[in-house]
């Protein structure tokens, strides 16, 4: 199981002090072996938090790229090369709060592909807005999301899907169980082979509901992930 901590816009060094809590819990649990926990942290934090995780199994990602794995002048941005340079293993592509920000599927494939180059796995975000739920468009999004973001890319082995509906992101709400199993379902039946996560409001509560959902290969998890104590709850109680 995949358990990524999307820390957002949120951190500075004094964040990775309650990091060692989760390395402790990491060495002393027993099913560590089927564990897989992914920190995406601000940029700023990469270096420091990858020194800081060294030796602990634990993996450092990233929360974007610039579509180009060559520098350039470019202001402001960073590159695929660059993150990997400073010790991230993982990018997180395509999250919806960069979509909305204009980022289209069309620049989401140019990112993972120049992610893939640069020998990064990558995390591709898709989920339908509330509207388009409302619409009962739902699969066509995701499906419209997948197809074009992973244009010509065979690579499969480093990508993980997220399925992460737009309007529970941040927001406490989840999906109705059965709907969450039968999306997940429809994702692999039609992406075969792909790992697929469920993101959106995981909490250490409704973390108990989600674990049933036996066709998930994890959690992207962003709030929560920002407090060691909850991160680690919801490990624990997903293998419970
Ligand atoms: P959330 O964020 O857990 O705070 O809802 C998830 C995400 O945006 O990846």
């Known amino acids: 199981m995949y358990f990524i901590a999307n820390w957002k816009m949120f951190g500075t060094l004094n964040s990775l002090n309650s990091l060692h809590k989760v390395v402790k819990f990491f060495k002393t649990f027993k099913k560590n072996k089927a564990l897989k926990i992914i920190y995406c942290p601000p940029n700023t934090l990469i270096r420091p938090m990858s020194k800081k ?3 602990s199994h634990l993996i ?3 929360q974007n790229c610039h579509q180009n794995e060559t520098f350039g002048a470019l202001t402001g941005y960073v590159n695929s090369y660059m993150l990997k340079n400073v010790g991230a293993k993982y990018v997180i592509i395509g999250h919806s ?5 204009g980022e289209t599927n069309k620049l989401i494939n140019l990112k993972i ?3 893939l180059k640069s020998r990064l796995k990558v995390i591709l975000c ?4 509330l509207q388009e739920k409302r619409k009962k468009v739902t699969k066509q999004i995701l499906k419209k999301q997948i197809r074009l973001g992973l244009n010509k890319i065979k690579n499969r082995s480093d990508i993980l899907i997220a399925y992460e ?3 529970s992101i941040g927001t406490g709400l989840i999906p109705k169980s059965n709907e969450l199993y039968e999306t997940i379902n429809f994702i692999k039946k039609n992406y075969k082979k792909y790992k697929v996560l469920y993101g959106g409001s995981v909490n250490p509560k409704n973390i108990n509901q989600l674990k049933l959902i036996n066709n998930l290969d994890g959690y992207l998890i962003g709030g929560a992930s920002q407090n060691s104590n909850k991160f680690i709850d919801i490990i624990k109680k997903s293998y419970n």
């Open 113 to 115: 592909k120049s992610a």
């Open 165 to 167: 509906p737009v309007w």
């Open 126 to 129: 898709i989920g339908e807005t």
């Open 97 to 101: 709060e960069n979509r909305r920000a």
């Open 53 to 55: 995780l060294k030796n």
């Open 60 to 62: 450092v990602g990233a």
